[in-house]
């Protein structure tokens, strides 16, 4: 056991340092594990990286294809949702505000089951930074105006 009462310690100091020592030579490892734990600040995986149990990244996620496109960002929450009053067979539509979403981005949408059941979702687009416009159609011959919803999103910062 070493002074600080952490016998895994000095294990975690030396990967590191070897770890440094390969950076430095333009080696790239696949994995660097300790104790069940990665703990570099950049992985690179050249292959394949298989991974059990939860992972939590803070920073975000940077993905790219043979292509180079590049995810940047991968976001997710929910966003209430109140489309007000639709016409009969009318297409209508709602902003609403998601914090760092930028026109370019891709992003899925989570249709609320209790919706009510006239009104169809028929896309959405990004209208300007943090603004996402969903747009509803009225299929009954009557006017309708729906409660608030809260809706699932995820959405993709391309690079």
């Given at each position: 056991m070493d002074s600080y009462g952490n016998a895994g310690f000095r294990g975690v100091s030396k990967q590191r340092a070897e770890l440094s020592a390969l950076r430095s030579?333009?080696?790239?490892?696949?994995?660097?594990?300790?104790?069940?734990?990665?703990?570099?600040n950049e992985v690179v995986v050249d292959s394949t990286l298989d991974v059990s149990g939860l992972v939590t990244l803070t920073g975000g996620l940077r993905v790219s294809d043979n292509e180079g496109v590049i995810v940047e960002q991968i976001q997710s929450g929910s966003v209430s949702v109140n489309p007000g009053s639709i016409g009969a067979?009318?297409?209508?539509?709602?902003?609403?505000?998601i914090s760092g979403l930028v026109p370019g981005n891709h992003i899925l949408l989570d249709v609320p089951s209790g919706l009510n059941a006239g009104l169809l979702y028929v896309g959405h687009s990004i209208t300007a930074n943090n603004t996402l416009t969903?747009?509803?159609?009225?299929?009954?011959?009557?006017?309708i105006d729906d409660g608030a919803f809260n809706w699932n999103y995820m959405w993709f910062g391309l690079d």
């Open positions: 030579k333009n080696i790239k490892t696949e994995s660097l594990i300790v104790n069940n734990t990665a703990i570099l067979t009318t297409k209508g539509s709602v902003n609403v505000t969903i747009y509803l159609y009225n299929k009954t011959g009557g006017a």
